[in-house]
């Protein structure tokens, strides 16, 4: 059993001390010259031994100076362990204290490597390259992700009486706007590549960080480009000349404003654009290419060469009192090169959606669900006939309720089925036939058979009329879902 420590115990308590200050009030009416220099007392926190086999409490004294203290209390474990704390857990972690906000200026001089010089431009209402620059413009976004991912490296560990062999690997100098203050760290590898030693300026103290936390001050100077590849506005474009991989090709043009219109209204009219060939097309696809076209921004500009393929998506783009602008695209892995621009860069996945969707009338079966009276399926030498009743029920031509929600689906997709993309097929090609499905209206006058075809090469593709087409899978899924009623169903 634990007992309370005797004159001898008190004296083995461990000293830990808590300072603070206290002065005679009357000096604050005294004039500051002649105030007296103030006292400054001392409390002093003593922990002992534990009252308990558990440890969960300890014994404590709390006095003023270094009269030890009658009064013994206890203190809880938790609040033993808080003050147990090394020097470097009393670190600020941080590989730089400047707030990134407050950075006017980051120079980073890199071994072996040009210079990585930023400047905030008021003036110019952004970010610039300092010095001689590389020759582009620097991309905002690019620019600040990099000085906040620098503000947000801490140490993993730290190196008392760090002695640096050599030149640092990067020399970091960060100027603070207002103050002109600047903030300077050397950054060294480590001997085993996965880790940086960070050295602030007059300090001895090395910080360990994360080879990865120091990557992006080591890129090339071109991933800090400005993104914006080609700076147009809608307005501006006359044609657009869309070559997809698949040899599929689509030409679009716009009519000029009437010559009497005014002036002020020309650019509004000039936006009515046809597909060359047909007399409709798919209008909302279209304008959401020209939106992600003004401006057309890279992903990332890459850092390596870039062969494109001879099948590269080509895309034309016409503007008025310029040269055509032709992006070509490699639809496998998204890089891209453009005329004009010395570099290749990658496009996003959101735009290449674009340059290989399809841009010709993807309605296929111009029905409403009230349209349509009965389906019938052929497969594998069977074939189900499916209505619907007069209670809205799918039933087959015996009266038998089919799967409804299955039937349900497959009425849906079949009124006003679209094509995902239209196909050419090659002259080897021979698709087979897996399941037929003919539409009959509810006129009596009109059906339409729709073919689901399989062959090599050839994923969810089936034919109806003169057309062969890819489809969605939600829509392939429910031409091929079988009509069983459910063994669940059944029992209902």
């Not at 009357?26 to 926190?45: D, F, G, H, I, K």
């Not at 993104?227 to 997809?244: A, E, H, N």
Request: aromatic content about 6%; charged content about 25%; overall charge negative.
């Amino acid at each position: 059993k634990a007992q309370a420590p005797d004159a001898d115990s008190e004296d083995s308590l461990q000293d830990q001390q808590a300072e603070g200050q206290g002065a005679d009030s009357s000096a604050a009416t005294q004039p500051a010259a002649t105030q007296p220099a103030q006292p400054v007392e001392r409390y002093t926190l003593r922990i002992g031994s534990p009252t308990d086999l558990k440890e969960e409490q300890f014994f404590a004294t709390w006095s003023v100076g270094d009269e030890v203290s009658p009064v013994i209390f206890t203190i809880s474990k938790s609040k033993v362990e808080s003050l147990r704390k090394s020097v470097d857990d009393l670190r600020d972690p941080r590989m730089i204290t400047s707030e990134p906000a407050e950075v006017q200026e980051l120079l980073a001089v890199r071994q072996g490597l040009p210079d990585l010089h930023l400047i905030r431009s008021p003036q110019q209402g952004g970010i610039i390259f300092g010095g001689n620059g590389p020759g582009y413009d620097v991309d905002y976004s690019a620019a600040t992700d990099l000085i906040d991912s620098l503000a947000k490296v801490e140490a993993v560990g730290y190196v008392p009486n760090f002695k640096p062999q050599g030149e640092p690997a990067v020399k970091l100098s960060l100027t603070l706007r207002g103050t002109g203050l600047t903030e300077r760290v050397s950054i060294y590898p480590a001997d085993d590549g996965s880790e940086y030693l960070t050295l602030r300026e007059s300090e001895s103290v090395a910080y360990r960080v994360p080879a990865d936390a120091i990557k992006p001050l080591l890129e090339p100077l071109i991933v800090l480009r400005d993104k914006t590849v080609l700076d147009l506005k809608p307005d501006q474009i006359t044609s657009v000349t869309l070559q997809r991989d698949d040899g599929a090709r689509f030409v679009f043009t716009r009519s000029a404003p009437p010559a009497t219109q005014p002036a002020s209204t020309q650019d509004q009219q000039a936006g009515e654009w046809k597909l060359t060939g047909f007399d409709a097309f798919e209008e909302q696809a279209f304008k959401d290419l020209l939106t992600a076209l003004t401006p057309l921004r890279a992903e990332r500009w890459l850092t390596e060469s870039a062969e494109l393929p001879a099948s590269a998506v080509e895309l034309t783009v016409e503007v008025a009192d310029a040269s055509p602008r032709v992006l070509r695209v490699d639809a496998a892995t998204r890089r891209a090169r453009i005329d004009g621009v010395d570099a290749a860069f990658e496009i996003p996945a959101s735009l290449l959606d674009k340059l290989t969707t399809e841009y010709r009338p993807r309605t296929l079966l111009p029905l409403t669900l009230d349209q349509v009276r009965e389906v019938v399926l052929e497969e594998g030498g069977q074939t189900l006939t499916v209505r619907r009743d007069e209670s809205d029920r799918y039933v087959n031509d015996a009266g038998d309720e089919v799967d409804q929600e299955t039937a349900g689906k497959l009425f849906d997709t079949l009124a006003g089925l679209q094509a995902q993309r239209f196909i050419t097929l090659s002259a080897d090609a021979a698709p087979q036939t897996t399941r037929r499905i003919t539409v009959k209206t509810r006129d009596g006058q009109t059906s339409y058979q729709l073919e689901l075809l399989e062959a090599q090469g050839l994923e969810r593709a089936a034919h109806l009329s003169d057309k062969t087409f890819s489809l969605s899978q939600s829509d392939w899924d429910a031409l091929t879902a079988s009509l069983a009623k459910s063994k669940t169903a059944a029992k209902k």
